[in-house]
C-alpha cells in the first residue's frame, strides 16, 4: 500500500494535470479566436449611398485612401455635375482611372468584337449592366457587361489600377478613349505606343477649364498578362484599340498613371505591383481600408445606424488624392512654367509625405480638421507639408490646388484654420515659422483673401484692402465682375476674413507674436460692422456703408455665398457671445435660433439638390441649411449660449433627418464635397464638436448627444500619449437624448467640454442619458440638462 498510494497519487496528479492543460489550452484557443477575430469594417459601408446624385468626384470603389488612382465605371461623362457612376443609368461608358477635384483621365472599355459592327466599335461601344451582377466594396468593383458577356473586377494600388476581364468570345478587345469630354475635363493630345508585346505607355492632357487654368497632363503605362495581337488608333475618333488573340478568356491588365512623365508611372507600376495575383491586391486594399476604419469602433444603434457611420467616415477618407509618384516627384504648375519636382525624400529614396489635389477647405474646420486631427493625425500633417509645399513652390498657401495649380476655389483663407488647428492639437511635423509667415501673407494685399472665387487675373474680387481700410467688403465689390471671380458676397466674405484672423491671431498668441495677435484680433471684430440692430440680421453693406434695400434675409446669394442672411447670420463661431449680445443678449439668440430650426425641421433641414429647390422654391430659403457646409455649426451654437440641452435636441434631430439611412436616392442632401460632410456626420454621431475648428490654445470640444452606445477612438501613439478615448452611454435611446450627467475617468464633469489633452491622454467619458422630463428645473436647463 505504501507502494500504491503514491502510484495512485501521481496519476491523478498526471490525469488532473492532462485534463487542466486540454482545458487551458481550448480555453486559450478560444480566448486567442475571440480577441484576434477583426471586424470587416469594409463589409459596413455603402458606396451606393447617394449615388443617383452623384458628382464626378463622388463615387468611389476601387481606390485606397486618398489614392492617386480612383478607378469605377462612368455611366455620364458630360461635366463635373451630374456625372461618374450614377445608379440610375444603366449604361456603362467606360472604366476611367482619375475621378477627382478639376482632373480626369484615361477611360477604357473591354470589347467583343464579334458584337459590335465596324462603324460602332468608336462611337457606339458602350454596354448596358444589371445592379443584380453587381458588387461594390470599398477597393473593388465587380460587375458584367451585358452586351459583350463580359465580366469586369476592379482594384488598384494608391497608383495602379488593377483589371481583370473575363471574356466569352472569339474576338476580344480593349479600347482605350484619349480624347473627348470626360466628366469635368476635355481630355486632348492623347498618344499611346506599343513598347513590347504585352506593354502600352503614353499621355494625354486634361485641357484648362475655367477653375483649373492650366492645362495638366496624365502619363501612363499599360501591362497585360497576354500579349497584343493588333494595335491600331484612330486619329479621328481619338480612340486605340487593341486586339487580344484569339479565345483569350482571363485577362488581367495593369495601369499605372504620374502627373510627371511615363518613366515615373512605370516606377509607380514597379514599386507597387510587381505580380498578377489579383486577389492579393483585393485583400490588401481590404486591410489597409480597415486599418483606417477601424480606428473608430462603435457599438449600439442598429445596424442600418453602425452601416451608415462606417459610409460616412470611408467618405471623409478620400476625394482629397495623391498627385505625386512613389519617388516623390511632383507636377508643380504654380509658376509661369511647369516644372518637374521632388518632395524631400528618406534615405530610401521615398517622399517623407505626400502631395495633393483637393477641393476647397471651405468649412473643414467643422469637418476633416476636427476629424482628422484628432483620429488621423498622420493625415493632417502630410496635408499641412503639402500645402506648405505649394506656397514655397508659388509663393501662397492655397485653398483647393489642382493639378500641381491653384484654383482659387470659394474665398477666403480656408486653409488658415486648417494649419492652425494641427499646431495647437500637437502636431508639429512642420515649420510652424514658416507656416505663420505663409498665412499672415495670405490674410495681407496680395495674398489669396485678395482674389474671389477663381479670380485667376486679378486681385479685386475678395475686397481685401476695403475690409481692411473700412472693416468690411462691400456688396456689391467695388469693380468687381465675373470676369474677377465668382462668389463676391461682401457679407459672408467679412465673416469669413474676421474668423479666420481670430484663427491666425491665435497662431500668433502661440508663437509670441503680440502684436501681430493683436492686429488680427482687432480685424476679427469686423463681422461687428455688418450687424444691422434694425433687422437684428448680418447684412450686406454697399461701398459708402449703406445697408442693402430692400433686405430679404432669406433670399439666396445675395450678399451671402451659397447662403442666405439667416444661414450666414451665425458665421462668427469665434465670438458668438459678442453676437449674442448684439443680438440683444443671450436668451433672445437662442430664441431667434430656435425659431429657425423649428421652421427648418420643416423642410427637412436642407435645401436639397437644385433639382428639388426647382420644384419647391421654398427649400432656397430654408434657415438652417445642412446640405451645404456655411450654417453646418449651428446646432452646436446653442450650447456656447448657455443651453446645451438645445444643442443635444437639435444634433439629433439633424442626424436622424439628414445623415441617416442607406439609400442610392439620398445621402447628404446636397453635395459632400470631398469628405466634409461625411466627416460631419461622423462628429456628430460620436457626439463631439469644435465650433472654432479647435484653434484656441489646448484645443476644446463640445459634448453633445451619440447615436451610439460605445464609441471607441484608437489614437495614434506617435501623435498621442493615450491609447483610446472611450464615450460609453447609458439608457441611451431615440428618446433619450439628453445628457443627465456625465463623468471623465469616474470624476463628474459639471460643463460639457473637453480639452483635446484630456482627449488625446486617453479615458473614458461616461454619459447618462435620458429623455427630459416634468422634473427639469431650470439650473438644469441652463446647465444642458433640460429638455427642449
Not at 369 to 382: D, I, M
Request: charged residues 20%; hydrophobic residues 30%; aromatic residues 12%.
Amino acid at each position: 500500500m505504501k507502494i500504491k498510494a503514491p502510484t495512485i497519487f501521481r496519476t491523478y496528479i498526471k490525469t488532473t494535470l492532462l485534463v487542466c492543460t486540454i482545458i487551458l489550452q481550448a480555453s486559450c484557443q478560444h480566448e486567442k479566436h475571440k480577441t484576434t477575430e477583426k471586424t470587416d469594417y469594409t463589409q459596413m459601408v455603402y458606396p451606393l449611398l447617394d449615388t443617383e446624385n452623384s458628382r464626378w468626384f463622388f463615387f468611389s470603389s476601387a481606390c485606397r485612401p486618398f489614392g492617386m488612382v480612383n478607378l469605377s465605371p462612368d455611366t455620364e461623362v458630360d461635366g463635373a455635375w451630374g456625372s461618374g457612376y450614377r445608379y440610375k443609368v444603366d449604361t456603362i461608358r467606360g472604366f476611367s482611372h482619375i475621378h477627382a477635384w478639376q482632373l480626369s483621365g484615361l477611360s477604357v472599355m473591354p470589347l467583343a468584337l464579334d458584337k459590335l459592327s465596324e462603324k460602332d466599335v468608336f462611337d457606339n461601344y458602350y454596354s448596358p449592366f444589371d445592379h443584380d451582377r453587381e458588387s461594390v466594396s470599398p477597393g473593388h468593383h465587380q460587375l458584367h457587361l451585358d452586351r459583350y458577356d463580359i465580366g469586369v473586377e476592379l482594384t488598384s494600388t494608391k497608383r495602379v489600377g488593377f483589371h481583370k476581364y473575363t471574356f466569352e468570345t472569339k474576338e476580344p478587345a480593349i479600347l482605350f478613349n484619349l480624347n473627348g469630354q470626360l466628366g469635368p475635363s476635355e481630355i486632348i493630345d492623347g498618344t499611346i505606343r506599343q513598347v513590347s508585346p504585352r506593354v502600352l505607355e503614353g499621355e494625354l492632357v486634361n485641357a484648362p477649364t475655367f477653375r483649373r487654368p492650366k492645362p495638366t497632363s496624365v502619363f501612363f503605362r499599360i501591362e497585360l498578362d497576354t500579349d497584343i495581337k493588333d494595335f491600331s488608333f484612330s486619329d479621328n475618333h481619338g480612340k486605340c484599340l487593341l486586339k487580344l488573340p484569339s479565345g483569350s478568356r482571363d485577362v488581367k491588365m495593369k495601369v499605372a498613371i504620374s502627373y510627371t512623365s511615363t518613366e515615373n508611372a512605370k516606377f509607380n507600376l514597379n514599386h507597387e505591383l510587381t505580380h498578377w495575383n489579383f486577389e492579393k491586391v483585393v485583400q490588401e486594399s481590404k486591410e489597409e481600408w480597415n486599418s483606417y476604419l477601424s480606428r473608430i469602433k462603435v457599438e449600439g444603434g442598429t445596424h442600418g445606424q453602425q452601416r451608415r457611420f462606417y459610409t460616412d467616415l470611408w467618405h471623409a477618407l478620400q476625394g482629397r488624392r495623391i498627385i505625386n509618384d512613389a519617388n516623390g516627384y511632383y507636377p508643380d504648375n504654380t509658376g509661369k512654367h511647369f516644372q518637374i519636382k521632388r518632395l524631400p525624400i528618406s534615405e530610401e529614396g521615398l517622399p517623407l509625405f505626400n502631395h495633393y489635389n483637393s477641393d476647397s477647405f471651405w468649412g473643414a474646420q467643422w469637418t476633416i480638421s476636427t476629424l482628422w486631427q484628432l483620429v488621423y493625425p498622420e493625415v493632417a500633417e502630410e496635408f499641412v507639408n503639402s500645402l506648405l509645399q505649394y506656397y514655397r513652390d508659388g509663393g501662397l498657401v492655397p485653398r483647393g490646388p489642382s493639378g500641381g495649380n491653384y484654383t482659387y476655389v470659394m474665398t477666403g483663407a480656408s486653409s488658415t484654420p486648417f494649419i492652425v488647428g494641427a499646431y495647437q492639437k500637437g502636431i508639429r511635423g512642420f515649420n510652424a515659422e514658416e507656416a505663420y509667415g505663409a498665412l499672415k501673407k495670405n490674410h495681407m494685399p496680395g495674398g489669396i483673401m485678395t482674389r474671389a472665387g477663381y479670380e485667376h487675373q486679378s486681385e479685386i474680387g475678395g475686397g481685401l484692402e476695403d475690409y481692411i481700410a473700412q472693416g468690411f467688403v462691400p456688396y456689391p465689390t467695388p469693380g468687381g465682375s465675373r470676369r474677377n471671380g465668382l462668389h463676391q458676397n461682401g457679407a459672408s466674405l467679412t465673416l469669413e476674413y474676421a474668423y479666420q484672423d481670430w484663427c491666425l491671431a491665435q497662431f500668433a498668441k502661440a508663437l509670441g507674436k503680440t502684436e501681430d495677435e493683436a492686429y488680427f484680433m482687432e480685424r476679427s471684430e469686423n463681422y461687428r460692422n455688418v450687424f444691422d440692430t434694425e433687422t437684428n440680421w448680418i447684412r450686406p453693406k454697399d461701398k459708402n456703408g449703406k445697408w442693402r434695400e430692400p433686405y430679404d434675409h432669406y433670399e439666396l446669394n445675395a450678399g451671402f455665398i451659397e447662403a442666405n442672411g439667416a444661414q450666414g447670420t451665425w458665421f462668427v463661431p469665434h465670438d458668438l457671445s459678442g453676437l449674442a449680445n448684439l443680438m440683444g443678449g443671450k436668451g433672445a439668440a437662442v430664441a431667434k435660433l430656435n425659431q429657425q430650426f423649428e421652421e427648418a425641421s420643416k423642410l427637412g433641414f436642407t435645401s436639397g439638390t437644385s433639382h428639388s429647390q426647382e420644384l419647391h422654391p421654398e427649400y432656397s430659403r430654408i434657415p438652417i441649411n445642412y446640405g451645404n457646409q456655411p450654417s453646418i455649426q449651428t446646432a452646436f451654437v446653442f450650447h456656447h449660449l448657455g443651453r446645451p440641452d438645445l444643442t443635444q435636441y437639435w444634433a439629433r434631430e439633424v442626424v436622424e433627418n439628414v445623415y441617416e439611412g442607406l439609400s442610392t436616392s439620398r445621402g447628404y442632401n446636397g453635395d459632400e464635397d470631398q469628405g466634409l460632410m461625411g466627416a460631419l456626420a461622423v462628429l456628430m454621431k460620436m457626439g463631439l464638436f469644435q465650433m472654432t475648428g479647435g484653434n484656441e490654445a489646448n484645443a476644446v470640444y463640445q459634448v453633445s448627444s451619440p447615436t451610439f452606445d460605445r464609441i471607441e477612438i484608437e489614437l495614434n501613439e506617435d501623435y498621442y500619449e493615450g491609447q483610446k478615448f472611450v464615450i460609453e452611454t447609458k439608457n441611451n435611446s431615440e428618446e433619450n437624448r439628453y445628457i443627465r450627467a456625465a463623468t471623465l475617468n469616474g470624476q463628474e464633469l459639471p460643463i460639457l467640454n473637453l480639452t483635446h489633452t484630456q482627449v488625446v491622454s486617453g479615458g473614458q467619458l461616461n454619459l447618462e442619458m435620458y429623455s427630459g422630463t416634468a422634473s427639469d428645473t431650470p439650473e438644469k436647463t441652463r446647465s444642458g440638462q433640460g429638455k427642449k
